[in-house]
């Protein structure tokens, strides 16, 4: 299952930290939800992904919270069971990371690590609880982060169009990227809900690929071109083999997301 394993620990790291071009408010609001069934090969249903916002308070500062939750499901979790959960803090205001969280948990391999963005000395407190040797400070880039597949589903927001490019930088694990997402082409999808035309996105990493990206992996998200704009497929490939993730159910917000 060592494939597999790949394709959705990658899946996980589309909730590694990315910052976007200028500091913005999410488009994400409270209450706002969002569901995918991975398939993998043969298997129609390998696992499930939850994407959820709250918004909250705390000492009177108001806050995002998105919550990414990553499991197998059926057949597959009898052979690999893997469950994973990434947490990422926003400021409401302003849209910058403030903290981020993630754990694994399989038959294999746990992992176990919080970032900690701390703005005036300009690091970010890497911590992680089960190898505490690979602790760290580390430089914050000079844009503000934000998670790789809420960077992905922002774009919905972005009024991209064909041919535009968006740089953003990622931190996977203990490591900033500089990547590009680049608005592909529009194609055609069939999905749960229907039949519909996305914007198809990819993040590329032009300068010194590194991790997934010098392996040759890639990743994509398909937005939806109506009013909703609703990231109706995402996708992860490797060598090893391909992962897509449908949206199933869409939870709306209790107010509209604005395009900017």
């Given at each position: ?19 976007p071009?200028?500091?913005q ?8 939800r ?118 992905l ?57 590194k ?50």
């Amino acid at each position: 299952m060592k494939s597999l394993s790949a394709i959705v620990f990658a899946f996980l790291a589309c909730s590694a930290l990315t910052a976007p071009s200028r500091a913005q408010p999410l488009s994400f609001k409270d209450g706002e939800r969002f569901t995918f069934r991975v398939s993998w090969g043969i298997f129609s249903h390998a696992g499930d992904i939850t994407i959820a916002a709250h918004t909250e308070k705390l000492a009177g500062l108001p806050q995002v919270r998105v919550i990414t939750d990553t499991s197998t499901q059926g057949f597959i979790r009898k052979l690999y069971r893997f469950d994973g959960r990434a947490e990422s803090i926003f400021d409401a205001k302003d849209g910058r990371m403030l903290a981020a969280s993630a754990s694994t948990t399989s038959k294999k391999k746990n992992t176990r690590a919080m970032a900690v963005f701390d703005y005036e000395a300009g690091l970010v407190r890497y911590e992680d609880f089960l190898r505490p040797d690979r602790n760290a400070g580390i430089p914050i880039p000079p844009d503000h982060p934000m998670d790789l597949i809420t960077s992905l589903i922002e774009a919905r927001a972005w009024n991209l169009k064909t041919g535009d490019r968006r740089p953003v930088t990622v931190m996977f694990d203990d490591e900033f990227y500089d990547l590009t997402l680049v608005a592909e082409r529009i194609e055609h999808v069939d999905t749960e809900a229907g039949e519909c035309d996305a914007l198809v996105i990819v993040p590329v990493m032009e300068k010194e690929p590194k991790g997934m990206f010098k392996r040759g992996g890639t990743v994509r998200v398909w937005i939806s071109q109506d009013e909703k704009h609703l990231p109706v497929k995402l996708e992860v490939s490797m060598k090893y083999g391909t992962g897509t993730a449908w949206l199933t159910h869409y939870h709306p917000p209790t107010s509209p997301v604005a395009a900017r």
